[in-house]
């Protein structure tokens, strides 16, 4: 599902069209929500738009209000973008590795033979 979160306009009147691979995507496929007002006389509004992605495939949210010269759009693809696929292996890598040597320092602590007069094992008193 590809979602056109708009935020921060006045007035609230705004027209948003979705585009796939650049053909207007018929109305029918998609909801526009009214515009809900934030509090501090600006306004937002989500128009999602339900599809089976397919690789390859581009949609582009299109945002036409008063305020702007031209419309303002923004793609949207299926899946992850490139560089948010990269941080996500980066950040995966860092937590096996630093896993890896969290594990391998409790073993060493564990396998470490005992200090001088360290007792390892139970006391008894007759």
Not at 18 to 45: C, F, K, M, R
Not at 54 to 81: F, I, K, N, R
Not at 92 to 115: C, D, E, N, S, W
Request: aromatic share 12%.
């Amino acid at each position: 599902m590809g979602n056109c979160h708009i935020w921060g306009f006045c007035p609230p009147e705004v027209t948003v069209i979705w585009l796939h691979n650049g053909d207007i995507v018929e109305p029918d496929d998609y909801n526009p929500i009214s515009a809900i007002p934030n509090g501090d006389w600006s306004y937002q509004t989500q128009v999602s738009l339900l599809v089976a992605p397919v690789a390859g495939d581009t949609y582009t949210c299109s945002v036409q209000h008063v305020s702007l010269q031209e419309p303002l759009l923004e793609d949207w693809s299926p899946g992850l973008m490139l560089q948010v696929t990269i941080l996500v292996a980066v950040a995966t890598m860092l937590m096996v590795l630093g896993l890896g040597f969290f594990l391998a320092g409790v073993y060493r602590y564990k396998a470490r033979p005992p200090a001088p007069g360290e007792f390892h094992g139970e006391s008894r008193l007759w």
